[in-house]
T-cell receptor, first 112, second 114 residues
C-alpha cells in the first residue's frame, strides 16, 4: 500500500543536540512538506520541496534544516538553534500541481 | 498573518445533532478549500473539499458550503457521532500559484457527547 512514513513516533533528545526526523513516501509524489503542531497554533509550515534537490523556507524555518536528495525522502533536522523544539512534527506529500496533502502519522519530539 | 482563520477553538455538540464548523479566509486568490480531521497523536486525514466554482459539496454526513463574497466556508456534520470528536482544520490554496502549498487555520476541537 502506498503511504507516507514518519519515524520514530516518539523521540527524546537533550537540549543542545541536533536531531533528524525521517519522512519517506512511496506515493510517487513530487512535493513534500514539514509542519509543526503546537497547542493553539494549528499547523505551521517549516520547509517544503516541490522537486528533488530544491526546497523553500516556510513560515517558521529558523532553527531547522532539510535536504531532498531523493524523491521519496525529505528528512528534517532540528538544530540546537531552534529555541522551542518540543512539538508534534508532521510530514506531508502531494502531487504537482497541488490538489491536497497526504500526511504521515507524525513524530512527537521532546527536548529535555 | 493568518490567511485562513478558524475563530472557534472548540465546539461541543450532542450526539445526533448538527455540528457546524466555520472558517474564514482573507486571500481572494484562494480557489480550492479542504477540510482535514485529526485525532490526537495522528496525522490529519482528508475529509472533504470544494472548488470555488461550487457553493456546496456533499459526502455522506459531511457537507461543505462556500460563500465567496463573504470569504467564508462552513462544514456541516449531520448527524454528529461520538467518533467525530477530533480537531478539524480548514485549508485553502490558490491553484494558480507556483508556491504549491496549503494554508491552514488553527483548528477547531469538536466534542460530540452522548
Amino acid at each position: 500500500d502506498g503511504g507516507i512514513t514518519q519515524s520514530p513516533k516518539y523521540l527524546f533528545r537533550k537540549e543542545g543536540q541536533n536531531v533528524t526526523l525521517s519522512c519517506e513516501q512511496n506515493l510517487n509524489h513530487d512535493a513534500m512538506y514539514w509542519y509543526r503542531q503546537d497547542p493553539g497554533q494549528g499547523l505551521r509550515l517549516i520547509y517544503y520541496s516541490q522537486i528533488v534537490n530544491d526546497f523553500q523556507k516556510g513560515d517558521i524555518a529558523e532553527g531547522y534544516s532539510v535536504s531532498r536528495e531523493k524523491k521519496e525522502s525529505f528528512p528534517l533536522t532540528v538544530t540546537s538553534a531552534q529555541k522551542n523544539p518540543t512539538a508534534f512534527y508532521l510530514c506531508a506529500s502531494s502531487q504537482v500541481p497541488l490538489d491536497g496533502y497526504t500526511f504521515g502519522s507524525g513524530t512527537r519530539l521532546t527536548v529535555v | 498573518d493568518q490567511q485562513v482563520k478558524q475563530n472557534s477553538p472548540s465546539l461541543s455538540v450532542q450526539e445526533g445533532r448538527i455540528s457546524i464548523l466555520n472558517c474564514d479566509y482573507t486571500n481572494s486568490m484562494f480557489d480550492y478549500f479542504l477540510w482535514y480531521k485529526k485525532y490526537p497523536a495522528e496525522g490529519p486525514t482528508f475529509l472533504i473539499s470544494i472548488s470555488s466554482i461550487k457553493d456546496k459539496n456533499e459526502d455522506g454526513r459531511f457537507t461543505v458550503f462556500l460563500n465567496k463574497s463573504a470569504k467564508h466556508l462552513s462544514l456541516h456534520i449531520v448527524p454528529s457521532q461520538p467518533g467525530d470528536s477530533a480537531v478539524y482544520f480548514c485549508a485553502a490554496f490558490d491553484r494558480g500559484s507556483t508556491l504549491g502549498r496549503l494554508y491552514f487555520g488553527r483548528g477547531t476541537q469538536l466534542t460530540v457527547w452522548p
